[in-house]
């Protein structure tokens, strides 16, 4: 298959097909005897076969862009931080370290960009923590996934084990996980 001129993400589709086993392999120009052979055993399922490739590629790309994300929100909590402390420097420098608790009218402004810089850092902050741990508990249980259903497919989900009921009220809604361990 020449992949010449295909666009990047389908050369990166057809390479994570391929390594799932999911592409068949070439035929050969020549024409093969067909040769009587005793069934062979079914090959025990290995950890990245068919779909449960896809779906721990999956998983864990995402879990990768979530650290990513993490790591961008992050700088820019820093780069919050670093405005902040330009503002911070001359108001605390001029007008004395309380001096947005109760502001002159001369530093009013200089105060609300300043607390609207404290904003921004904590709000990125939290973002950064979030994104941090949602790569960990998605990387988590995508490698638990290996342990837990070696090649997860329609027959196998859910596991007779375990029971998933979804849940609605007024004002939420979730899922209820039950089973024996």
């Not at 035929?27 to 062979?40: G, I, K, L, V, Y």
């Not at 993490?70 to 909590?77: E, H, I, K, L």
């Not at 921004?120 to 508990?137: C, K, P, T």
Request: aromatic share 8%.
């Amino acid at each position: 298959m020449k992949l010449g001129n295909t666009p990047r993400s389908a050369r990166l589709l057809l390479a994570a097909l391929g390594l799932c086993g999911l592409l068949g392999s070439p035929r050969s120009a020549r024409a093969e005897e067909p040769t009587p052979a005793a069934p062979e055993p079914a090959p025990e399922p290995r950890v990245f076969d068919g779909t449960a490739c896809i779906t721990r590629l999956a998983g864990y790309g995402f879990a990768a862009q979530a650290l990513i994300a993490g790591v961008v929100y992050v700088v820019r909590s820093s780069d919050n931080a670093d405005d902040m402390a330009e503002l911070a420097a001359p108001l605390s420098r001029d007008f004395g370290i309380d001096v947005c608790r109760r502001p002159l009218a001369v530093n009013v402004a200089a105060c609300a960009n300043l607390a609207a810089s404290v904003e921004a850092r904590d709000h990125d902050g939290d973002y950064a923590v979030g994104f941090f741990v949602m790569a960990g508990v998605v990387s988590v249980a995508t490698t638990a996934s290996i342990w837990l259903w070696r090649t997860p497919g329609p027959s196998g989900w859910p596991p007779d084990w375990l029971r998933v009921t979804p849940t609605v009220g007024p004002k939420s809604g979730g899922v209820i996980l039950q089973g024996a361990w």
